[in-house]
């Protein structure tokens, strides 16, 4: 069973930085691909970026292109999420979820994904 357990949210500056994890376990394939989500409240639930084990391959959504770095450390199975320039519209729950593959389109389907994270929030203010 697919294991996701997302960390490092907090309450920033706008402006400032954060790094989000996503400790990942239980995949039965080398293949996989980790989402990043996040949902302010009265939003959908939005897809952020996407990293596939299969070549590290990334996706983006334009909100967060160009401030948000997605990277995978395969050795400690985590996909990280470097988020910088914060902005107060940043604020929101954000969530990990794995499924077989991503692509730009896909990443932005959250009913495409099996397994998820419970979250972890970031709020941006001063």
């Known amino acids: 069973q697919v294991q996701l357990v997302e960390s490092g949210g907090g309450l920033v500056q706008p402006g400032g930085s954060l790094r989000l994890s996503c400790a990942a376990s239980?995949?039965?394939?080398?293949?996989?691909?980790i989402a990043w989500f996040r949902q302010a409240p009265g939003k959908e639930r939005e897809g952020l970026s996407c990293?596939?084990?299969?070549?590290?391959?990334?996706h983006y959504s334009e909100a967060v292109k160009g401030r948000f770095t997605i990277s995978r450390d395969a050795a400690k199975n985590t996909v990280y999420l470097q988020m910088n320039s914060l902005k107060p519209e940043d604020t929101a729950v954000y969530y990990c979820?794995?499924?077989?593959?991503?692509?730009?389109?896909?990443?932005?389907?959250?009913?495409?994904?099996?397994?998820w994270g419970q979250g972890t929030q970031v709020t941006v203010s001063s």
């Open positions: 979820a794995s499924d077989s593959f991503c692509s730009q389109a896909t990443m932005n389907q959250p009913f495409l994904y099996d397994n």
């Open positions: 239980g995949f039965t394939s080398d293949y996989y691909a």
């Open positions: 990293i596939e084990s299969r070549d590290d391959s990334t």
